[in-house]
Structure formats: C-alpha cells, structure tokens
C-alpha cells in the first residue's frame, strides 16, 4: 500500500523486491491485483509492472543473486520497498539505495517488512541498532525517528537539525495483527510447533534470540527405547559424507550414516548412526556394507556435491548400490535452517532414539550445534533423513525442485 501514496504524480517511480521471483508471484503479485485496480492500474505481466493515469508506475523486482542489483543502474526510484529483509544481502540493499533519488521533487522513501531470523539478520540488527541492540551506544524508543548521515567513516547519529536523513524501527507481535490473530487463531498453536529459537523470533519479534549450544537439542527431549520397531511405515538412512582421513593432529570432518524410521504419522525414531573418517575408497565400502546390513527396505540417500563432479559421483554410486533405492540431491540452506524443522520435533517429543553404544557421540554433537561444537556432521545427517521423510509425506518426489530445510 505504500508504494500507492504518490501515483497521482506524473514521474512516480517505485519498486517493491523479494528474494526470489517465485515469492513475488505467489506473494506481492496476487495481493497487487486486489489493490492496485481500486487506483485505476493496469498490470504489465511481462514487464511485472503497474503503470497508473498519470504515468506512475510500480514495478516488481527480485534479487536472487547477490549481482542482480546491477540490473537496476540508472534507475530512479522514489520509492523502494523491500519484503522480508532479512533475506536479502546488505550489499543489496545498500546498493538499491543509490537507486533512491527524485528529480520531479517527488519525497523519496525506502520500507521494508521482515521477521528477525534469516541470512541478513545481523545486518538488519546492527543496522537498526537503537531500538534492536540493547548494547548499542544510542538508544531509541519504539517507532522514534532517529536523524544521521553518511561520513567518510561511516553513519554518524545526529540531532535534527544535523541529520538530513532519517531512520526508525516500528515493532510489531503475532498479536498486533488483530485480522490474522482473530481470523485464525489456530495459527499461533501451529507456530508454537516450531522450534523455539524460530518460534520466539515469528511470535515475539524477538531479535537477540540466537541458535546456540542446546537451544535446538537437548539430550532429554529424545524417548530412550531397548529395540527398534519391526512395523515401520519407512525407514530411511542418510549420508553425509567427509572423504577425509585424520592424521597428526588434524580433526577433519566425519562421515556420518543416520538410519531414521516413521512408525506413524508425526512419530520418529533415530535407530542407527554409523560414523567413521577414511578415504573415498573407505567411505564407499562403510556406505556399501551399512546397506547390505540395512536390507532392501532402507531407502539410501546422500548429499550431493554441487557440480557435474556431484552428479557423476552420485551416478556411480546408485549403480554401486544396484537393487536399492537410492537417491541424492544437493543440499540447499545454511545448517541451522535445514536442523530447525527436526530442532522441532525433538523439543516436541515426536523422536524418539534406540540405545547404542554411538548414543554418546551423537548426542554430544547434536547439543553443541551450532555455537559449541567443531563438527556438525551428525546433525546434517539427522536433518536430511528427516527432510526425506517430509518430502515423501507432501509426495514431492522430484528431488531438484526441492529445498532441505
């Protein structure tokens, strides 16, 4: 709605960017076509631009690569809008600010939307810093207009008549939103089912929350059972792979196999962790031979290195492990997002583990990830078996067009 306030003026120029294509058109394109009519708009569905009566026109955009900000040299815009902060790059949005200027005396002016969270939320956090960092050396209050400029060191803070630009943070809870919360009030209890660094982020705007050592898992949150279940409805065991030997006093990464079963709908057990270091040669019989011990009704998946030297390796190994189902796919996502979704279901009681002797080992990885621990291989694991159980459940099969996590 705010990039409406001037399209009454000849020259109006504006902008509104999510991350990636795909959110603006299930997003910001269906809710323009409710509103943008109302101003007499027509939509340009090649160009994704609203043009109005007096020329103004609103366009779309979207910067999936960190590069496509170049697309936009020498364009005005008196009006910037930016949807989901946090996943955007600050060398973006800093960028698009050049792109902020008025030749037809028209105010200019730069909104964003976001959740704390995501690849951009420390940027967004120092950037806000008076009303979102405590430790900050210049506070402000909620919805305060704070005055600064740009120096050659850096943003410099200032009084009113000393700043010609201005900058302000208005916070907003789950409950501020009177038409969700009431038209929906299922949404907070689905909510409530997320982990809790996620959760306190979506529900209470909390910026300080961060995933840290045993915030995603503890090792109390698992049910202990003396034997794996022989009625299954799918097991799973899912590879992360470090073709690494360790040597000296070297550390390397670990090759960890994690077999997962569903026994029913929204219930998991952790039955097996294979973990070693070794050559390629050396990983390939441990994954080989953990398949023959597994059986033909262990699905086998695997990480894939991006690349074409990925998708040969991933080849060879499918034909390796002929007579099994097998399946590999890159992951995509930063750790912490792709453990959240089992982070979850951990908290919430649906794991549960089989005693072993690797018990002791996994869950010391698990609840030092993210902040405390040198290796996360385990939790790679854990998080991709259970992401191919959540990919089977919704039927989407087509690993390529899946996001882990």
């Known amino acids: 709605m705010g990039a409406l306030r001037h399209v009454d003026k000849p ?20 809710k323009s076509r409710e509103w943008y009519p109302v101003a007499r708009g027509r939509y340009n ?37 930016f949807d989901e902060l946090t996943h955007f790059l600050e060398s973006q949005y800093r960028y698009l600010l050049s792109r902020v200027r ?14 704390p969270g995501g690849v951009g939320h420390e940027w967004v956090q120092r950037r806000w810093g008076p009303w979102l960092d405590p430790q900050s050396t210049v506070q402000a209050e909620p919805g305060q207009v704070m005055h600064y400029r740009n120096t050659q060191a850096g ?27 009431g038209a929906d009030p299922g949404y907070r ?11 306190a982020q979506l529900i209470d705007g909390n910026w300080l929350i961060r995933p840290a050592a045993g915030l995603l898992f503890q090792r109390g949150w698992f049910k202990m059972l003396d034997a794996a279940p022989s009625d299954a409805l799918r097991r799973v065991r899912y590879w992360d792979r470090a073709a690494t030997e360790e040597s000296g006093n070297n550390d390397p ?65 499918i034909r390796k492990l002929s007579g099994y189902v097998v399946k590999a796919a890159p992951e995509t996502g930063d ?49 991709g078996a259970f992401a191919v159980m959540q990919r089977k459940k919704r039927g989407l099969e087509q690993w390529g067009a899946v996001t882990i996590g």
């Not at 020259?11 to 269906?30: H, K, S, W």
């Not at 709908?265 to 390939?284: H, W």
């Open 11 to 30: 020259g109006y120029n504006a902008i509104i960017f999510r991350r990636t294509f795909p959110e603006l058109q299930g997003q910001i394109v269906p």
């Open 45 to 81: 569905s090649v160009e994704h631009c609203w043009t109005f009566p007096s020329g103004a026109r609103i366009h779309f955009g979207h910067l999936q690569h960190e590069d496509d900000v170049y697309r936009y040299q020498g364009w005005e815009f008196q009006y910037v809008g």
């Open 102 to 115: 008025s030749s037809h005396g028209i105010p200019v002016r730069v909104r964003s939307g976001t959740n």
């Open 155 to 181: 943003e410099e803070w200032c009084d009113r008549g000393d700043g010609t630009l201005t900058r302000v943070f208005i916070p907003a809870k789950l409950e501020d939103n009177p038409y969700l919360f």
């Open 189 to 199: 209890d689905r909510l409530m089912g997320l982990d809790r660094v996620t959760r």
């Open 253 to 317: 990464d670990w090759t960890v196999g994690v077999r997962m079963a569903m026994v029913e709908e929204g219930s998991y057990i952790v039955e097996d962790v294979v973990r070693l270091r070794g050559t390629p040669k050396r990983v390939e019989g441990a994954i080989v031979n953990t398949a023959e011990v597994d059986g033909r009704g262990v699905e086998v998946h695997l990480s894939q290195d991006p690349g074409s030297a990925g998708k040969f390796e991933a080849d060879y190994y």
């Open 335 to 383: 750790k912490v997002s792709r453990a959240q979704p089992f982070s979850a279901q951990v908290e919430a009681g649906n794991v549960s583990m089989v005693r072993g002797p690797w018990n002791e080992p996994y869950l010391q990885i698990l609840e030092a990830f993210p902040t405390n621990g040198v290796h996360d291989d385990d939790v790679d694991a854990s998080s």
